[in-house]
């Protein structure tokens, strides 16, 4: 009996790995959005913020020159670049679930809470001085409400995100505004002009309503940000990844 051919066990080729299967883990497209959402939002609202630092500190010097249509122009363009992260932020966050940027937008909304007492504490001090240009004023005015929709923004772009705790420092402020107001118009009587009070009290009433309507929470803001979640729902297939 031939036991030659026998000697050896056979040998077979290597089981090659199946297509579309390699060694490694397969990267999941919906992380890569996830994370490419996260940049682009971040990137966007910091460039945003950026350009709103410039012309705030533009807007509160002494020298500006700028006309109300020029700073109408820089809050236009500064809004889109706002619009971008915020709708890439959504996008992220109830579209693909990122669990790191509500985070991070959280800790942007304190900064720009910052940045809105900050500029409600400096226009207030330039206001003590009662100037007579009335441009001054429309200024003061629009970035002020820029920074105000920039914070509700931000806001809205978390779920079941409470505002009420945003609108204290604020709230503090008007009350002090108030005290200066009839500071200025009752004690500090020798350089008073008696027409600059409705600048005063526009300013007043503007902030009041909002930080008293924040603190309230009346939810004047819940049927927009039902629709928010309606529209990112994230059951929605239509800019999903399946992996």
């Known amino acids: 009996m031939n036991h030659s051919s026998n000697n050896h066990p056979p040998t077979h080729p290597p089981t090659q790995p199946r297509n579309g299967q390699q060694t490694g883990r397969r990267v999941s497209q919906r992380g890569l959005m996830s994370i490419a959402m996260l940049i682009l939002s971040m990137g966007a609202l910091g460039i945003a913020a950026l350009a709103g630092t410039k012309m ?7 020298k500006s020159t700028a006309s109300v249509a020029a700073v109408l122009v820089e809050i236009i363009v500064i809004g889109l670049a706002y619009a971008v992260g915020w709708v890439t932020a959504l996008v992220a966050i109830r579209v693909y679930g990122n669990l790191i940027l509500p985070t991070l937008i959280t800790w942007s ?4 809470l910052a940045a809105v007492c900050y500029l409600y504490f400096a226009i207030l001090k330039r206001m003590y001085s009662q100037p007579d240009d009335f441009n001054k004023f429309v200024k003061y005015i ?3 409400l820029g920074g ?6 931000l806001h809205l772009i978390i779920e079941d995100h409470d505002l009420r705790p945003f609108a204290i420092p604020i709230l503090l402020i008007s009350l002090g505004q108030l005290g200066m107001i009839v500071f200025r118009y009752v004690f500090d009587t020798q350089t008073v002009k008696l027409g600059f009070l409705w600048k005063d009290l526009t300013f007043f009433i503007l902030m009041i309503t ?3 309507s924040m603190l309230a929470h009346l939810g004047m803001l819940a049927p927009l940000r039902a629709q928010l ?5 994230r059951r929605s297939k239509s800019i999903q990844s399946q992996d």
């Open 56 to 62: 705030v500190f533009e807007v509160l010097g002494g």
């Open 109 to 112: 909304t304190w900064a720009c």
């Open 142 to 144: 629009m970035v002020m």
């Open 148 to 153: 105000l929709g920039a914070l509700v923004g």
């Open 210 to 212: 909002v930080s008293v």
């Open 229 to 233: 979640t309606a529209l990112f729902d």
